[in-house]
């Protein structure tokens, strides 16, 4: 898991702090397992409680009810998320580098923390309905919304640069998004089409291929197909 540069350089955490981060984690854990395998309203809070073997209280104490404690899982997915995507994102120095960072940064999310792109891409159909903001569903909304613009910023940026052809960079940059996070699913997703890994890394290579290739000035995608690169 990348290591997060502030929690790095803050003072330790008194031994209370520690055992109520260690409680809330543990509840989170076992929210994870339950929530995603046997579903949300299936769930109780004395499920969590056993699973995370803490006391039903802690659980009101820590996230107020089952509602906070599937809020709190989402928050912590999206935490991990924007922590992979940053790290692909500066690992470029080029706008079209970083484009492909970010894409790689989200697959190396999914392939280690399979249980949160499911939870991005799959929720549990009977999760809390309170979707509007500032709600779990309008929170994953906003996150994709802000990397699409992102991804689009860096597509305006390389056209410029003369590095991509000309194109409207915010259509493109949703077919992209959809695109990338399409392939990921029909492998990591609970309905997935029985892929192989080795079958899966084929596709994310053509995947790659395609969509780099789709976005070069015509004379140099057409000398990589006539070469054979």
Do not use: C
């Not at 689009?152 to 003369?162: C, I, K, M, N």
């Not at 992209?176 to 997703?189: N, R």
Request: proline share 7%.
């Amino acid at each position: 898991m990348p290591r997060d540069p502030v929690s790095a350089a803050l003072p330790p955490a008194s031994r209370t702090e520690r055992r109520k981060a260690r409680t809330a984690s543990a509840i989170l854990d076992a929210a994870e397992r339950l929530f995603l395998g046997r579903g949300y309203t299936a769930t109780t809070i004395e499920d969590l409680a056993e699973t995370a073997d803490v006391a039903v209280g802690s659980i009101y104490a820590h996230f107020g009810g089952k509602d906070g404690v599937y809020a709190a899982l989402v928050d912590r997915a999206l935490d991990l998320d924007r922590r992979y995507s940053e790290e692909g994102f500066g690992g470029g120095e080029k706008p079209l580098e970083r484009l492909v960072g970010m894409g790689e940064g989200y697959l190396r999310f999914a392939r280690e923390h399979p249980a949160y792109f499911r939870l991005f891409r799959f929720p549990p159909p009977d999760r809390p309905s309170a979707d509007e903001a500032p709600g779990p569903a309008a929170r994953i909304a906003e996150r994709i919304s802000d990397e699409v613009a992102r991804m689009a910023a860096l597509l305006r940026e390389a056209a410029e640069e003369g590095a991509i052809r000309p194109l409207d960079p915010e259509p493109m940059a949703r077919f992209m998004w959809a695109a990338w996070d399409g392939v990921i699913a029909a492998h990591l997703g609970p309905a997935n089409m029985e892929i192989s890994d080795a079958e899966f890394e084929l596709m994310l290579n053509q995947a790659r291929e395609s969509l780099v290739r789709g976005l070069l000035p015509t004379s140099a995608s057409g000398r990589g197909r006539r070469t054979g690169r």
